[in-house]
């Protein structure tokens, strides 16, 4: 099974690699709506058209050397406990996974690249990285579509830009997102002020599957709005301005409650640790809150750095797609009891908590 | 300080050795309602009455030799913390507590035995034990009610039995109550229909703390409601008839519960050790919660007998006067941090859970 080496790639080591830098921001990701121009757009296009979307994009990654190992999977051909580990890794959206034929996506060999195909619109292509720079990566992004608008013709005019499916994408097709955990806005009560002020200056901020999602683990998904009458450039640097300051106040607004309210936080910390360490039956919202408060004890130096890559590899391997991986579909209650076992022998490897650092 | 000696006197030891046959009942209670023919009821006594209420019943008491080494203190006399303690320990109601000028207990060296003096009534005598054999305590309780009528001319009319300030007592004056334990009504959601039942049976069911009070720590006061038109023994035929009932349901909820949901029925016991072993702040409602699922965990052998008696003495020594003592008053919150802590120091003594067995 293919989908299987590919997962198996993502290791607690190369997670620990990556997260170095990380810890408010999780993760950044770039997103490009293009259509190509001799075919309708997905939701209205023919069987035929779309099988014609498919081949010729097909055709044009397989010349990319980029592309060259990457992997590529039709819905058709996945299960649907495959998908929602492929949803679960961010790397197609739960919109492509409902979609049947002519729909694909292709990962890049690094992970870092995924392009989907008839989602939405024929193309979404994405970049991710477990780190805040958003300007690196749109080079990176950048140059990639280059390459690409050089053999596939985009539906492009003048005065609107890249068309869109949806007008919401119009434009630029950009949609820059940065992934933030926000434990210490989320315990003070003052996420909700924050998130209002997101919104007022033009960001989205959604939980940790996008659109309609909870926040679970206090993670946060922070996006531009507007495609249409800015620059990519601008773009990037208005989220990047407006992050900048949701991480200043999250780090205040953690060492306020640490100053004033220890004996709580240590409370938060100390029952999160305990319940992970011994629950015998554990949802993936619940785990997921609580690893949280272990990501913010490591933060705080109340556990080791280096357990840090082990917890954000725990933040994956918890979600359902992959407790039932690499077996088959499970009842909840038997995903929540495998789950249970996982954490609590993961957490049986964790030092006791040390708070007083 | 005279009640700090009282207080001392009941050591895990003592809880210990008295709790070996107790499992789902806790302890039994008889309380007499009685009120002397020459004085008006307390709630309507001059102060003088009140006074010579207490006199006269000081009086007999010292003369009994059960109550010669006995603790005798006047609600005068006690701080708001002394009396919390006393009414932890359910040596006087919260009634009394209010009460001022010849308002008094007496309480037996050997705790059994305590008698409130112009609480609701001149006389309110009771006995507690842990166990569950209602028909000798009541002997002894009538013995003690026998040798104190001689000397104190009681309030008595042969149509209506003994006379008492409020209607509900009239009769017999006797409440018959017993403390159980029901986690496994609680889990399985059938504690209401008992409830229910129990009502329709004439009797009724409250709290730890009686009248008006919580089920905290899943513990339940069951008593006769009515006192007249009985004989004590049909009271507390009936009432034992009902327990034994309970008991059963009590008996049977719980293994079907381990058989059908062993992995929820761990899962509950593992969060409750864990949190009590590691939080930093909790109220002594959430601490009771999770002490009876270690309760529960004892009757089921996944931690050694041998616990028990420390765990129903934290049962008592997390109420917020006990957490209090030898000191003061505490806000909230120091209170909260002081049981996390006492509750931490001594879980750190208990093995690991097995439940294996």
Redesign the interface.
């Known amino acids: 099974m293919k989908i299987e080496s590919l997962i198996k790639k993502v290791s607690a080591k190369s997670a620990r690699s990556k997260a170095k830098n990380s810890s408010i921001v999780i993760s950044s990701r770039l997103r490009l709506a293009r259509n190509l121009n001799k075919y309708s757009f997905p939701n209205c296009a023919s069987d035929s058209q779309r099988s014609n979307v498919l081949s010729d994009v097909e055709e044009a990654l397989s010349a990319l050397p980029y592309m060259k190992n990457g992997n590529f999977f039709t819905m058709d051909s996945l299960s649907d406990f495959e998908k929602k580990i492929l949803v679960e890794r961010h790397w197609i959206s739960k919109e492509l996974a409902e979609q049947k034929n002519g729909s694909a996506v292709y990962i890049s060999s690094d992970q870092i690249c995924s392009v989907m195909i008839n989602e939405e619109d024929h193309l979404r292509i994405q970049f991710i990285k477990n780190n805040f720079n958003l300007n690196s990566l749109w080079k990176t992004l950048s140059k990639f579509d280059d390459v690409l608008e050089a053999s596939l013709p985009y539906a492009f005019t003048k005065e609107l830009g890249y068309l869109t499916s949806c007008p919401s994408n119009l434009g630029t097709g950009l949609r820059a997102s940065v992934m933030m955990h926000l434990p210490g806005l989320l315990i003070t009560g003052n996420i909700k002020k924050i998130i209002r002020a997101s919104n007022q200056l033009g960001l989205a901020v959604r939980g940790l599957f996008g659109e309609g999602s909870d926040a679970y683990g206090h993670i946060y998904q922070i996006s531009n709005q507007q495609t249409l009458g800015e620059s990519e450039e601008e773009i990037l640097n208005r989220l990047a301005a407006v992050l900048k300051n949701i991480v200043e106040h999250e780090l205040n607004a953690r060492s306020k409650y640490l100053e004033n309210n220890k004996?709580?936080l240590?409370?938060l910390i100390?029952?999160a640790?305990?319940?992970l360490?011994?629950?015998?039956?554990?949802s993936s919202d619940e785990a997921m809150n609580y690893l949280s408060y272990i990501r913010l004890a490591i933060d705080l130096g109340f556990i080791s750095e280096e357990f840090r890559s082990l917890i954000d590899f725990l933040f994956i391997q918890i979600q359902p797609g992959h407790i039932e991986f690499p077996n088959a579909i499970l009842s909840i209650?038997s995903r929540d009891?495998k789950r249970?076992e996982i954490l609590r022998n993961n957490f049986s490897k964790l030092p006791p908590l040390n708070f007083d650092k």
Chains 1, 2 share one sequence.
């Open positions: 004996a709580k240590s409370d100390a029952r640790h305990a319940i360490s011994s629950a015998h039956v554990i209650e009891i249970a």
